[in-house]
């Protein structure tokens, strides 16, 4: 059994060695330099000695429960960058961007002459137009958010948002055939500038009855904001209506650019006004409230992310608030000594207190950090996902977390040690 | 009270409530401590012994009466201010040592200079001084559950030192130690009494420890029953 056991004990170490022979190296050398030494003479002079030797004594119960809130705040890291990844779609919307789409539904289609009747209106610095492709590569599986766009405007109004180098845009206005696409998605499928590619649609085909087109690709874009989606491709629209079997001069929706967010109600209201009561009718609204919309079809991404996040964070809850109890009451007969001693009451406070709060931010940390991890494995997944990004807004968030569950965990058993009579606690020796 | 006394209680009352019954464990006791006194304290279980030597150590208060120490009333003193009163003029010995396990033995014996304002340096000096003294520089950086019976009740002895209390109080300090180490520990604290002046008052229930003491005074339902029985 011991045999076992020794055994065992050498493949956790083996395993975790990457985590922890670092440390180790850093403590040998504070033996050699002396800075241990140091270290440990300021961390008994704070108190903090005590507090740390009181929370490593029992190294089972502490991984566990460490292991607790790792698991907690590495899902809540994780899921929180999904969120905001989420949310950026909307977030990052311009504030000076209108959508205009067909007032039965935006799948249904709106004339391109709409386009031209649009642009001269008082307010609107450019409009573009966009139509869903419903394009795949290779596999249908493989499906990839293609627009044919007016390539003329297009960059009038998102250039804001999507970099591209000059080169790149001109030689995309050159080619017909030309398709721009996100780093992103040429990262997931392995593209480069120059490669010829072929796209199929899952809605479209071709004059001939073929569903594929072949592209050039020109160019290679990124966004401005490291959280603006690249995951899509833009060709020109000249080459879909021209190449098309059916649907042609028609769009999907207009992307309206205004001179000032102010006058947004005002284009809206044009806009509306001069389609109402036509065969397509529009309605226009601002980037945000369509992204918005889009983003809740999928479901309240929001709460149903917050709901996981809340049941790990009550479950950590339970299981070191019950931890930390239980290791305060173990240890009252130590806190009457220490009280006995000279310690006041207000300090044996901050000592339990400060040990919950050291425990929640150790293996909080360690938690935001495989987070960290997992963020990075994601975005390199060949998966199309948002691209995730530990902020220093998370990290703030997620640090205030830690300080709450280190309070909450730990003001009991702290108000209990503070309130604690040193005869009683001496008599339970 | 002279300027040699160093403890003294006036008609100090103790008593506490058990559901309806009122018990009184001491009624006008009178009691003087002189400095450089080793006082043992006997009697039989129920005495009073262990709630005087609290009363003595401020980590319990009297219901009556004024507590005087070093010239200065203590039994009026808020539970902060006594806290700092223990720090700098109580060392507390206990029968079962009371050492923190998680903390090597210099360690230990630091934690009251934690309480005072001395560097890490001076922190440092003074725990090899006391540690010294009880004979175990060389089990500074042991853990204490690796150390004898004998072995701990020296570290406690040591921290109980180790900030230079004027008072020293042993609750039954020998009561877990076999012979041979209980008269080790009693002659260190004989030692600490004769060439260090150092005032002990030591609670006991074995005749053979109250030998060391200057004097012993026998507690019996809360009163001094004989008094300066051994000069």
């Known amino acids: 059994m011991n045999g076992v056991l020794t055994l065992l004990k050498w493949v956790f170490r083996i395993i975790t060695a990457p985590v922890w022979v670092p440390f180790w190296i850093l403590w040998k050398l504070g033996e050699v330099t002396g800075l241990n030494a140091v270290i440990e003479a300021i961390a008994m002079s704070t108190g903090f000695y005590v507090v740390y030797k009181n929370l490593t004594r029992k190294p089972l119960r502490l991984s566990l429960t460490m292991l607790a809130i790792f698991v907690a705040f590495t899902i809540y890291g994780t899921l929180t960058a999904f969120q905001n990844a989420f949310d950026a779609g909307v977030e990052l919307s311009a504030d000076d961007r209108l959508v205009s789409v067909n007032k039965i539904n935006f799948t249904q289609p709106l004339p391109i002459s709409y386009v031209n009747r649009v642009r001269p209106m008082e307010g609107v610095a450019s409009v573009t137009h966009l139509n869903w492709f419903g394009g795949y590569y290779q596999d249908?599986?493989?499906?990839?958010?293609?627009?044919?766009?007016?390539?003329?405007?297009?960059?009038?109004?998102?250039?804001?948002?999507?970099?591209?180098?000059?080169?790149?845009?001109?030689?995309?206005?050159?080619?017909?055939?030309?398709?721009?696409?996100?780093?992103?998605?040429?990262?997931?499928?392995?593209?480069?500038?120059?490669?010829?590619?072929?796209?199929?649609?899952?809605?479209?085909?071709?004059?001939?009855?073929?569903?594929?087109?072949?592209?050039?690709?020109?160019?290679?874009?990124?966004?401005?904001?490291?959280?603006?989606?690249?995951?899509?491709?833009?060709?020109?629209?000249?080459?879909?209506?021209?190449?098309?079997?059916?649907?042609?001069?028609?769009?999907?929706?207009?992307?309206?650019?205004?001179?000032?967010?102010?006058?947004?109600?005002?284009?809206?209201?044009?806009?509306?006004?001069?389609?109402?009561?036509?065969?397509?009718?529009?309605?226009?609204?601002?980037?945000?409230?369509?992204?918005?919309?889009?983003?809740?079809?999928?479901?309240?991404?929001?709460?149903?992310?917050?709901?996981?996040?809340?049941?790990?964070?009550?479950?950590?809850?339970?299981?070191?608030?019950?931890?930390?109890?239980?290791?305060?009451?173990?240890?009252?007969?130590?806190?009457?000594?220490?009280?006995?001693?000279?310690?006041?009451?207000?300090?044996?406070?901050?000592?339990?207190?400060?040990?919950?709060?050291?425990?929640?931010?150790?293996?909080?940390?360690?938690?935001?950090?495989?987070?960290?991890?997992?963020?990075?494995?994601?975005?390199?997944?060949?998966?199309?996902?948002?691209?995730?990004?530990?902020?220093?807004?998370?990290?703030?968030?997620?640090?205030?977390?830690?300080?709450?569950?280190?309070?909450?965990?730990?003001?009991?058993?702290?108000?209990?040690?503070?309130?604690?009579?040193?005869?009683?606690?001496?008599?339970?020796? | 009270m002279t300027d040699e006394t160093l403890y003294s209680l006036q008609k100090v009352s103790k008593g506490f409530v058990k559901g309806k019954e009122k018990i009184t464990i001491f009624d006008g006791l009178d009691m003087s401590i002189e400095k450089g006194d080793f006082l043992a304290i006997m009697g039989p279980s129920g005495s009073g012994k262990t709630t005087l030597l609290n009363m003595l150590g401020g980590v319990d208060q009297p219901t009556g009466g004024e507590v005087w120490f070093d010239g200065s009333r203590v039994d009026k003193l808020s539970e902060g201010n006594l806290a700092k009163w223990r720090a700098n003029n109580i060392g507390f010995i206990f029968q079962f040592y009371n050492l923190m396990p998680m903390l090597n033995a210099a360690k230990n014996v630091e934690l009251p200079l934690l309480l005072t304002n001395l560097n890490s340096k001076q922190r440092k000096k003074s725990v090899e001084a006391a540690l010294e003294l009880v004979g175990l520089s060389d089990r500074a950086k042991h853990m204490t559950n690796e150390m004898s019976g004998g072995q701990q009740q020296r570290v406690a002895i040591a921290r109980a030192i180790v900030s230079d209390p004027k008072l020293l109080l042993c609750d039954e300090p020998t009561g877990d130690l076999d012979r041979a180490t209980a008269d080790e520990i009693l002659e260190m604290l004989q030692l600490l009494n004769r060439e260090f002046g150092k005032t002990i008052v030591m609670v006991t229930h074995d005749p053979a420890a109250a030998k060391y003491a200057k004097r012993t005074l026998h507690l019996d339902k809360g009163e001094f029953v004989e008094k300066d029985l051994v000069a």
């Open chain 1, 140 to 429: 249908p599986q493989n499906v990839i958010v293609t627009f044919a766009v007016d390539e003329g405007s297009f960059f009038d109004v998102y250039g804001e948002d999507l970099v591209m180098s000059e080169e790149a845009k001109a030689a995309w206005l050159g080619n017909r055939q030309g398709l721009i696409v996100g780093e992103s998605i040429a990262r997931l499928n392995g593209w480069e500038v120059g490669q010829r590619i072929p796209l199929n649609s899952n809605i479209f085909s071709q004059q001939d009855g073929s569903s594929d087109w072949d592209f050039d690709i020109v160019g290679i874009y990124t966004g401005s904001d490291p959280q603006i989606d690249t995951n899509s491709i833009y060709f020109h629209y000249k080459y879909f209506n021209e190449t098309q079997s059916f649907g042609g001069n028609f769009i999907g929706f207009m992307a309206i650019k205004t001179e000032d967010p102010d006058l947004n109600e005002a284009v809206i209201k044009q806009v509306d006004d001069l389609f109402a009561n036509s065969p397509f009718e529009t309605e226009t609204v601002p980037e945000k409230v369509f992204n918005k919309g889009f983003i809740e079809q999928i479901g309240n991404i929001r709460l149903i992310l917050s709901s996981v996040v809340l049941a790990a964070f009550f479950i950590i809850l339970v299981i070191v608030g019950n931890s930390m109890v239980l290791a305060v009451r173990e240890r009252t007969s130590e806190i009457g000594v220490l009280k006995t001693l000279g310690f006041t009451s207000p300090r044996i406070f901050r000592m339990v207190l400060g040990e919950s709060f050291l425990l929640s931010i150790m293996s909080g940390s360690l938690g935001m950090l495989a987070a960290m991890g997992m963020i990075g494995v994601v975005n390199n997944a060949p998966i199309q996902l948002p691209t995730l990004i530990m902020t220093p807004d998370l990290a703030i968030e997620a640090f205030t977390y830690m300080a709450l569950l280190g309070f909450i965990t730990g003001i009991i058993p702290a108000v209990n040690a503070l309130r604690l009579n040193i005869i009683t606690a001496l008599s339970r020796n």
